[in-house]
């Protein structure tokens, strides 16, 4: 079967860092993709990762360990408008076709 | 042009209504998607078009119908449906299948 794991909620300081994690059980993985959702909005692309290691994109990193079916994701210098959805969604590519599958997200609050 | 659209961005429908989601991308992306969320849950897949032909279709009720008239339209048909499908309707498309999906804002449908 296709398993996602993450936390449900994390709270974090303004100006801190956080680490937000996912586990994964899936066939066919050929990715792992974060996505940030703010309330009642789309999801936001945020990194991609296929090789084991780290991806840096300004104040967001995420990696990757195939072997242990784990990613994180690290927020650095948080921001108040990082009150968020982080969703980790897994591409998997089974019967023929790609697809992507969601973790349930961790919601994050950030505080002053 | 860098952005999916969605018209429209709200709807309230009775079950007995016939109505219709509209979606456009003027990325030159290939494969586009319909998501469904609820409240508080992930995005779940429902149809993927890849160059303008249904490519995965998630065992969804025949009352949601998809058409894909051109490589930048992408609409959803909705007809005789449940207070149950009342949910934020996402479409996202991606350069190729194997590609990052990029979302629009969704639509929020209500059924009364």
């Known amino acids: 079967g296709q398993n996602i794991d993450q936390p449900t909620e994390m709270t974090a300081t303004e100006g801190a860092i956080v680490q937000i994690n996912c586990t994964y059980q899936?066939?066919?993985?050929?990715?792992l993709f974060w996505y940030q959702q703010h309330a009642g909005e789309a999801p936001t692309f945020l990194s991609y990762?296929?090789?084991?290691g780290l991806e840096e994109k300004g104040r967001f990193s995420s990696f990757l360990s195939r072997s242990k079916g784990y990613s994180y994701l690290l927020l650095k210098e948080l921001q108040m408008k990082d009150s968020a959805s982080y969703l980790c969604?897994?591409?998997?590519?089974?019967?023929?076709?790609?697809?992507?599958?969601f973790g349930a997200g961790t919601r994050l609050a950030v505080h002053p | 042009d860098t952005e999916v659209t969605q018209t429209p961005k709200h709807l309230v429908m009775g079950m007995t209504n016939k109505k219709s989601l509209k979606c456009e991308q003027h990325?030159?992306?290939?494969?586009m998607y319909w998501y469904k969320q609820k409240a508080k849950k992930p995005p779940e897949l429902m149809f993927v078009?890849?160059?303008?032909?249904?490519?995965i279709n998630e065992s969804v009720p025949s009352r949601f119908s998809p058409e894909c008239p051109n490589s930048s339209l992408l609409n959803l048909h909705l007809h005789a449906l449940q207070p149950e499908d009342s949910a934020l309707y996402l479409c996202?498309?991606?350069?190729?299948?194997?590609?990052?999906?990029?979302f629009g804002p969704g639509t929020r449908l209500l059924v009364l």
């Open positions: 078009y890849s160059y303008e032909k249904l490519s």
């Open positions: 969604a897994v591409r998997s590519s089974s019967g023929g076709y790609n697809k992507l599958i």
């Open positions: 996202a498309s991606s350069l190729g299948q194997w590609e990052t999906q990029y």
């Open positions: 990325m030159g992306h290939r494969a």
């Open positions: 899936t066939s066919g993985f050929n990715g």
């Open positions: 990762n296929v090789l084991d």
